[in-house]
């Protein structure tokens, strides 16, 4: 058995673990940061999603950082491909046109500006990556954890991780459990939280749906339908079990709106979208081959990750490891059901059905399967944390509620121990506990350091999705800018720490040291309140 020491292990090489590590380098840290996949990136990368961003982001609302990063990927094709003079021009390029965000690129292109980023801290040895390894064990004593134990997912062979700071930026807060972190799962009651949308009871296993996300391209006069998958007759017929009910049957195009929860129809046509069109098929589209000189890409490559594919039947934290697989291989035959749906069944708008050239891009997703390397977690284990955000301390209506303002007054609570900002609606997906979308206004909030810190455990810090938010507060804490944001904090903070010579929970409740931790990442280009801006 190997030992590795560093000043800072991070278990989970997702967004808020790349962000963590390249804050604690550029302050001079010794960090190894492991990962389960060969890809790391989480999100942007591994599961092939693009970024969910509030409208301001290109401007304000984000870490100077994450900025980087999506000037990086910008440039990253305006460097190697052949754009047209109209894209190469524009400075907000977006490759897919994607009507989801203001940057809707290819996942390998995220990873490779990623890595250009971390390359002078791997390359200084500052920075070592274990890829394909995963948290298998830990040894703590007392309040402190000592060494945590990762064992590779190719050879078997494992690995002893020693530092006197922690980071759990895994996908589903796997340190917790490891560590006796105490957490919680899914819903609580509300008894518990006060939260206007929460339940009587508490429900652990009622956690937001996962997705095992896909790309495809169009190839007309081509045949690429897939074989029938196994699990094709079940979900064909499969009609949700939801409150409110679901309109029909999953594989349709008409699913629930997230916000109405009226029936909702989009357009689908992968054959000639108009311009401005909204539908689904430019949805999420990470390569819109308008941008680049004719013959490039046979075809718009587009992003699956849509209502009809989301899984709500289980979860991946509340149950047995056994359990976990089988609902993941679940949600990949759900995923390649949907794909054989729409090569031979989905209605067409000129009354056919199927698109036999919808074509698997097992290339984008760098995965034999054609399925991204991780399935799309919305919702992981949470730290029980020195402080948790509520509905009421962002959603607009339970905010104006509390402070007798109007819509266009109310701001969300202001936090003495801000480290970030972030900005998203409230939106929880149908969920294994039965829910339909609960889909609620939000105010662009800010990130509370004590909501990085365990109540007890002293040298564990939350990354990523893990921090103290609630089920329903995790809604808008959960996407892109903000788990980055959340990781660059919790690894500048493992640096001032270890500079200071401090504990996290002195950092928060010493107001000299918070002051100066606050001016620090400040320094840094973390913006830590929020100019005056409307709700979402």
């Given at each position: 058995?190997?030992?590795?020491?560093?000043?800072?292990?991070?278990?989970?090489?997702?967004?808020?673990?790349?962000?963590?590590?390249?804050?604690?380098?550029?302050?001079?840290?010794?960090?190894?940061?492991?990962?389960?996949?060969?890809?790391?990136?989480?999100?942007?990368?591994?599961?092939?999603?693009?970024?969910?961003?509030?409208?301001?982001?290109?401007?304000?609302?984000?870490?100077?950082?994450?900025?980087?990063?999506?000037?990086?990927?910008?440039?990253?094709?305006?460097?190697?491909?052949?754009?047209?003079?109209?894209?190469?021009?524009?400075?907000?390029?977006?490759?897919?046109?994607?009507?989801?965000?203001?940057?809707?690129?290819?996942?390998?292109?995220?990873?490779?500006?990623?890595?250009?980023?971390?390359?002078?801290?791997?390359?200084?040895?500052?920075?070592?990556?274990?890829?394909?390894?995963?948290?298998?064990?830990?040894?703590?004593?007392?309040?402190?954890?000592?060494?945590?134990?990762?064992?590779?997912?190719?050879?078997?062979?494992?690995?002893?991780?020693?530092?006197?700071?922690?980071?759990?930026?895994?996908?589903?807060?796997?340190?917790?459990?490891?560590?006796?972190?105490?957490?919680?799962?899914?819903?609580?009651?509300?008894?518990?939280?006060?939260?206007?949308?929460?339940?009587?009871?508490?429900?652990?296993?009622?956690?937001?749906?996962?997705?095992?996300?896909?790309?495809?391209?169009?190839?007309?006069g081509e045949d690429h339908t897939l074989e029938k998958?196994?699990?094709?007759?079940?979900?064909?017929?499969?009609?949700?079990?939801?409150?409110?009910?679901?309109?029909?049957?999953?594989?349709?195009?008409?699913?629930?709106?997230?916000?109405?929860?009226?029936?909702?129809?989009?357009?689908?046509?992968?054959?000639?979208?108009?311009?401005?069109?909204?539908?689904?098929?430019?949805?999420?589209?990470?390569?819109?081959?308008?941008?680049?000189?004719?013959?490039?890409?046979?075809?718009?490559?587009?992003?699956?990750?849509?209502?009809?594919?989301?899984?709500?039947?289980?979860?991946?934290?509340?149950?047995?490891?056994?359990?976990?697989?089988?609902?993941?291989?679940?949600?990949?035959?759900?995923?390649?059901?949907?794909?054989?749906?729409?090569?031979?069944?989905?209605?067409?708008?000129?009354?056919?059905?199927?698109?036999?050239?919808?074509?698997?891009?097992?290339?984008?997703?760098?995965?034999?399967?054609?399925?991204?390397?991780?399935?799309?977690?919305?919702?992981?284990?949470?730290?029980?944390?020195?402080?948790?955000?509520?509905?009421?301390?962002?959603?607009?209506?339970?905010?104006?509620?509390?402070?007798?303002?109007?819509?266009?007054?109310?701001?969300?609570?202001?936090?003495?121990?801000?480290?970030?900002?972030?900005?998203?609606?409230?939106?929880?997906?149908?969920?294994?506990?039965?829910?339909?979308?609960?889909d609620i206004s939000s105010l662009p909030f800010q990130?509370?350091?004590?909501?990085?810190?365990?109540?007890?455990?002293?040298?564990?810090?939350?990354?990523?999705?893990?921090?103290?938010?609630?089920?329903?507060?995790?809604?808008?804490?959960?996407?892109?800018?903000?788990?980055?944001?959340?990781?660059?904090?919790?690894?500048?903070?493992?640096?001032?720490?270890?500079?200071?010579?401090?504990?996290?929970?002195?950092?928060?409740?010493?107001?000299?040291?918070?002051?100066?931790?606050?001016?620090?990442?400040?320094?840094?280009?973390?913006?830590?309140?929020?100019?005056?801006?409307?709700?979402?």
């Amino acid at each position: 058995m190997t030992e590795l020491r560093a000043d800072l292990i991070i278990a989970g090489g997702g967004l808020g673990g790349c962000a963590a590590a390249l804050a604690a380098c550029r302050s001079g840290l010794r960090v190894v940061m492991t990962e389960e996949t060969d890809w790391i990136g989480g999100q942007l990368t591994q599961q092939a999603v693009p970024p969910d961003e509030h409208p301001w982001i290109e401007s304000f609302g984000g870490t100077q950082a994450y900025r980087e990063l999506r000037t990086r990927i910008r440039d990253f094709y305006r460097r190697n491909y052949p754009l047209t003079p109209e894209a190469r021009g524009r400075w907000n390029l977006n490759p897919g046109s994607g009507s989801v965000s203001r940057l809707c690129c290819e996942p390998r292109v995220a990873l490779a500006a990623l890595n250009e980023m971390l390359a002078p801290f791997t390359s200084g040895a500052r920075l070592t990556v274990l890829p394909h390894h995963r948290p298998i064990s830990a040894e703590t004593e007392g309040d402190a954890v000592k060494a945590i134990t990762v064992r590779s997912l190719l050879t078997g062979d494992e690995v002893v991780l020693t530092a006197p700071l922690f980071i759990d930026a895994t996908e589903l807060g796997d340190l917790l459990p490891l560590t006796g972190t105490e957490f919680v799962t899914g819903f609580e009651s509300q008894s518990e939280t006060g939260e206007p949308h929460a339940p009587a009871g508490a429900q652990p296993q009622n956690m937001q749906a996962f997705t095992c996300c896909f790309a495809v391209d169009h190839v007309e006069g081509e045949d690429h339908t897939l074989e029938k998958p196994r699990d094709y007759d079940f979900w064909q017929t499969y009609v949700p079990d939801l409150t409110p009910p679901w309109p029909g049957r999953l594989l349709d195009w008409a699913y629930t709106h997230p916000i109405t929860l009226e029936p909702r129809i989009l357009p689908f046509d992968p054959t000639c979208g108009p311009p401005g069109d909204r539908g689904f098929w430019t949805y999420r589209r990470i390569a819109d081959r308008g941008n680049f000189v004719p013959g490039t890409y046979p075809g718009d490559i587009c992003l699956i990750n849509w209502p009809h594919n989301d899984y709500w039947l289980g979860n991946l934290c509340e149950v047995s490891a056994e359990e976990a697989a089988r609902h993941l291989e679940r949600a990949k035959q759900l995923s390649l059901s949907m794909l054989h749906w729409m090569q031979t069944e989905a209605p067409r708008p000129d009354g056919g059905v199927g698109w036999p050239g919808l074509r698997l891009r097992r290339d984008v997703v760098g995965t034999e399967d054609g399925l991204a390397k991780y399935p799309y977690v919305r919702e992981a284990r949470r730290i029980r944390a020195e402080f948790t955000v509520l509905e009421q301390h962002v959603g607009t209506e339970a905010r104006m509620a509390l402070t007798d303002q109007g819509r266009e007054e109310v701001q969300a609570e202001s936090f003495f121990d801000s480290v970030g900002v972030g900005s998203y609606r409230i939106d929880l997906h149908p969920s294994s506990g039965g829910d339909n979308y609960i889909d609620i206004s939000s105010l662009p909030f800010q990130i509370p350091l004590g909501c990085l810190l365990p109540r007890r455990v002293t040298n564990l810090l939350a990354g990523a999705k893990n921090i103290g938010v609630t089920h329903i507060t995790n809604g808008c804490y959960r996407l892109h800018p903000v788990e980055w944001n959340v990781g660059e904090a919790a690894g500048a903070l493992a640096a001032f720490c270890l500079h200071r010579k401090v504990l996290p929970t002195q950092v928060r409740n010493t107001p000299d040291l918070l002051r100066d931790f606050q001016r620090e990442i400040e320094r840094q280009g973390i913006e830590i309140a929020w100019p005056r801006v409307t709700p979402r």
